[in-house]
Every structure is written in C-alpha cells, then in structure tokens.
Nanobody, 115 residues
Framework: QVQLVESGGGSVQPGGSLRLSCAAS????????MGWYRQAPGKERELVAI???????NYGDSVKGRFTISGDNAKNTVYLQMNSLKPEDTAVYYC?????????WGQGTQVIVSS
C-alpha cells in the first residue's frame, strides 16, 4: 500500500502562486514516478505534471511554462510550483503514484483562483 498526503492548496488571485506538496509513505522502497492530476467541476481528470525517476518531466499543455514539478526521491515527496495562476486552474488537485501495477491517489487538495 502507498499513502499519498497532499498539502498546500488554497485560494489565490489570478496571477498569484501556490506550491503543492505530496508525501508518499507505506510499504515502498522508492517510487519511479509521481505526479499531479486535477479535476474541475464537470470536467474529466487531466494530467498536470509527472516527474519520472532520473529527472524526466511531462506537463499538460495548459500548464507548460507556468507550473514546475520537482521532487525529493529520498523523501518520496513531490512538489508542484504553480505560478501565473489563472481562473481556469481552479480544480481539485490529486497526487498520483503508480506502484507495482496499481495506481494510488491522494485525497485531493482544492485550488481556487479567483479575484
């Protein structure tokens, strides 16, 4: 089992910044990839960013150039720095980690971008 605990969500004005964190724990030695998805009301869950062991990153098109994913392998923790936030970034953000053929998700953290 893998437990993913997110933190750092909240409300911010357009153009502002937030930093999300996700710490993984459980019966794991290390994770090969961790990342973030988000889901806005009435929309499907979509990729935000993925960090793969070795430093490879992959971003959703809507966040490229604004969001940065980073991680600490020793702590099994991944971070999402979100800059230049827009109202359309409003969503519940979920931490994600595949492990031994299963997908694990965090409980989600709300991000609201509004003036």
């Amino acid at each position: 089992q893998v437990q993913l605990v997110e933190s750092g969500g909240g409300s911010v004005q357009p153009g502002g910044s937030l930093r999300l964190s996700c710490a993984a724990s459980g019966s794991i030695f290390s994770l090969n990839r961790m990342g973030w998805y988000r889901q806005a009301p009435g929309k499907e869950r979509e990729l935000v960013a993925i960090l793969i062991r070795g430093g490879i990153t992959n971003y959703g098109d809507s966040v490229k150039g604004r969001f940065t994913i980073s991680g600490d392998n020793a702590k099994n923790t991944v971070y999402l720095q979100m800059n230049s936030l827009k109202p359309e970034d409003t969503a519940v953000y979920y931490c994600y980690a595949p492990f031994l053929g299963r997908d694990f998700w965090g409980q989600g953290t709300q991000v609201i971008v509004s003036s």
